[in-house]
């Protein structure tokens, strides 16, 4: 029968892992797969104990009796009686005890039994950047950040963007009966208040259908990005080397990793994409990845031509990240 390596002990104490993030779905698997054994979520184990000690205790007794007659026409007489009794005693003192323990195996242990198996059969890859696709690697990052353009996707959701494009068409528009208003006064004629009524309203329309289309189109980003079921983060690890992580959000440990992931951290993962000069912040992307980097470039640019702004604000947008892998996560941690 396989020997489940869930019980095995290691042979030298290590420094325990906080883990940030692990998909206990490929650990289950991989380390089934390597052992070819089912995995152990708990063990029972009994204790039980009796114990008893008996003890014969015996005791010995005599009596005797003497007389002499006196009486006439009796003979003296004496005589003594012999008698013996034995009393046994027997004392039992039994004691006993049970104990029972349960044993539940965390997925940190199944982690770190899948590193060691990986090691050992020396499928473990310690260089990344020369990994081929498939390959399974581990690590360190110095850094770990959010993709830029996801980050901003975060702040702007639908609702801002809708609200955002509804006031800037108001303001526009004020801005056009303001001018008419100066206009009429610098003539010297009275503008018609049911005429200025009617305008406003149909700027009201133009605004409301201009804040519904943005809000569906920053909805279609948001698809496009797949904000909900997945994050992508850029980790640093050398000063020349970058890697990328699509992780997949429901197993992250915290429910604000953005906050978290802001540090040095190791990463076992299996390689997407081996080492690449070049990859755009929109490659992950259905739609958008069709954008090249040079036209992000200059879209986000944009942002960042107000110097007042950028004195205030870092208005910068990386729009690919050099020399990279592409790496799928199994877990990271500390």
Same mark, same amino acid.
């Given at each position: 029968m396989a020997k489940n390596p869930s019980q095995e002990r290691p042979t030298q104490a290590q420094t325990p892992r906080t883990i940030v993030y692990q998909n206990a779905d490929f650990v289950s698997a991989m380390l089934q797969e390597m052992y070819q054994a089912g995995l152990l979520q708990s063990a029972? &184990?009994?204790?039980?104990?009796?114990? *008893?000690?008996?003890?014969?205790?015996?005791?010995?007794?005599?009596?005797? =009796?003497?007389?002499?007659?006196? +009486?006439?026409l009796l003979a003296k007489a004496t005589g003594r009686l012999d008698?013996?009794?034995? !009393?046994?005693?027997?004392?039992? @003192?039994? #004691? &006993?005890?049970?104990? $029972?323990?349960?044993?539940?195996?965390?997925? +940190?242990?199944?982690? @770190?039994?899948?590193? $060691?198996?990986?090691?050992? $059969?020396?499928?473990?890859?310690t260089d990344a950047f020369a990994a081929s696709a498939g390959d399974i690697a581990e690590f360190t990052a110095v850094t770990v950040r959010p993709n830029e353009v996801n980050a901003l996707l975060d702040i702007a959701t639908p609702t801002l963007v809708r609200e955002v494009t509804r006031f800037a068409i108001r303001h526009s528009k004020r801005a056009e009966i303001q001018e008419a208003f100066d206009q009429a006064e610098a003539a010297g004629v009275d503008i018609d208040a049911g005429k200025i009524a009617a305008q406003r309203a149909i700027h009201e329309l133009t605004a409301s259908d201009a804040a519904t289309v943005a809000e569906a189109i920053a909805e279609a980003l948001h698809v496009d990005a797949r904000r909900t079921a997945t994050r992508e983060y850029h980790a640093t690890v050398t000063d020349d080397r970058n890697a990328?992580?699509?992780?997949?959000? =429901?197993?992250?440990?915290?429910?604000?990793?953005? !906050?978290?992931?802001?540090?040095?951290? *190791?990463?076992?993962?299996?390689?997407?994409?081996?080492?690449?000069?070049?990859?755009?912040?929109? =490659?992950?992307?259905?739609?958008? $990845? #069709?954008?090249?980097?040079?036209?992000?470039?200059?879209?986000?640019? *944009?942002f960042g031509a107000d110097e007042a702004a950028a004195e205030y604000f870092d208005l910068s947008f990386d729009t690919e990240i050099t020399n990279a892998i592409t790496v799928m996560p199994i877990a990271i941690y500390i």
């Open positions: 029972e &184990s009994d204790t039980a104990g009796k114990k *008893t000690t008996t003890g014969n205790k015996q005791k010995k007794a005599s009596a005797g =009796a003497g007389a002499e007659g006196s +009486a006439p008698g013996e009794w034995v !009393r046994q005693q027997t004392e039992a @003192d039994e #004691r &006993s005890s049970a104990q $029972r323990q349960k044993f539940v195996y965390s997925q +940190a242990h199944y982690l @770190d039994a899948v590193r $060691r198996g990986l090691a050992e $059969r020396g499928q473990l890859s990328v992580l699509i992780c997949d959000a =429901a197993h992250f440990v915290t429910a604000d990793p953005d !906050r978290l992931l802001d540090g040095q951290f *190791t990463v076992l993962g299996k390689v997407i994409k081996p080492l690449t000069p070049s990859t755009p912040i929109l =490659a992950n992307n259905k739609l958008l $990845r #069709r954008f090249q980097p040079e036209a992000v470039a200059d879209l986000l640019g *944009t």
